[in-house]
């Protein structure tokens, strides 16, 4: 069997809140809760939630930009939170991120062709006329010409940055990289665009992608498997096509209720999930979605529902679909084939 490129178990990442002059810690953030998942070489691992949810949290914890509080993160065979900096420096070549917001993640002052060789140049990669070289071709790559490489970020379209930034992120040769809600401030029809673009790459380059995203739809066509993220918890994992075809974790359901359905004779209705998400500072005891379900049961307000497999993999955590309360026939809000 395959083995996972990235195994990550029960990451957690607690933020102390300070109270006072003397900034005594008041209580934690818990921004990520104990996440755990595989990503296999060669697949787009989706992971989806509204904002706060912990989805960029949990990325740049495996980009190891922030430390985590608990849990483990194995790349290619290696325990990442043990590596020194020596290692963590050549692990970095082989991880990169792609961010949301291109404009800010370039360089104002430096030149795209300077952008895209400073990754070459920090890991020690090529001499000078190969990394010049290496520039124009990924410019090519990413459907820029090589002229571009002596202009300035700001004299690009936001869909062209991208194109840019997702180019820095390719000139080490990586192995995975976490492209953090990579299309997000492009307009719908640059978003594909973008999309076609990364699809191509993985599969001329053999990549790996972990996509994060608030938006089930945008992430729907690009991803083989998709892990559904509420309250710094993941609530439902499962390969694309069953999470899409039937959703079983309330959340997930109402979030695929306001994706727009292609076909115009076909109406979905729309759960509206009343509330806020709760701050992940006091998040709810029992199931972190208990406020806002309408499936509420009073099991669901004392026990935190595992995330167990359904079928073969389609796992889910919520007490519906538990032993003691299967079979309930309200557990599903979006019936199969209504999606
Ligand atoms: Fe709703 Fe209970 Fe399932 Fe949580 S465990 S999603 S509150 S039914």
Redesign the pocket.
């Known amino acids: 069997m395959t083995k996972p490129l990235l195994k990550v178990e029960g990451l957690k990442k607690y933020f102390p809140v300070k109270k006072g002059a003397l900034g005594r810690i008041k209580g934690h953030v818990k921004a990520v809760d104990g996440v755990s998942f595989d990503v296999y070489p060669g697949e787009t691992l989706g992971i989806v939630g509204e904002s706060g949810c912990g989805k960029s949290t949990t990325g740049r914890m495996i980009m190891r930009l922030l430390e985590p509080t608990d849990g483990r993160i194995e790349f290619d065979g290696k325990e990442l939170t043990a590596l020194g900096a020596e290692d963590m420096r050549k692990m970095r070549r082989d991880v990169q991120m792609v961010f949301q917001d291109p404009f800010a993640s370039l360089n104002p002052r430096h030149t795209v062709g300077k952008i895209l060789e400073e990754p070459l140049i920090v890991h020690g990669m090529k001499n000078a006329a190969e990394r010049k070289k290496k520039v124009r071709e990924f410019l090519e790559i990413v459907g820029l010409s090589e002229y571009h490489a002596a202009r300035y970020p700001h004299q690009f379209s936001g869909g062209q940055r991208q194109r840019i930034g997702i180019a820095r992120a390719l000139m080490t040769n990586p192995k995975l990289i976490i492209a953090d809600e990579p299309v997000s401030a492009l307009d719908v029809s640059i978003q594909s665009q973008v999309l076609n673009l990364m699809q191509d790459l993985q599969r001329y380059f053999g990549l790996t992608y972990i996509f994060i995203a608030h938006d089930l739809g945008v992430v729907r066509h690009i991803s083989d498997r998709v892990g559904v993220m509420y309250l710094g918890r993941i ?1 439902e994992l499962s390969d694309s096509e069953s999470l899409y075809a039937k959703p079983l ?3 997930t359901q109402a979030l695929l209720s306001a994706v727009p359905v292609p076909d115009p004779g076909f109406e979905r209705e729309q759960i509206v999930l009343e509330g806020d998400i709760p701050s992940p500072a006091n998040p709810p005891s ?5 406020t806002r ?5 009073d ?3 004392t026990d935190v ?1 595992p995330l167990q497999e359904t079928e073969p993999g389609h796992s889910v ?5 538990t032993e003691e309360t299967a079979g309930n026939d309200n ?1 599903k809000l979006v019936t199969e084939g209504s999606i």
Not at 293 to 297: E, H, I, V, Y
Not at 317 to 321: E, G, I, K, Q, S
Request: charged letters at 10%; a positive charge.
């Open positions: 609530v974790h309330p959340y029992g199931c972190p979605f208990h379900c309408p499936f509420r049961m099991v669901c307000m529902p955590a919520c007490h519906l679909y557990k």
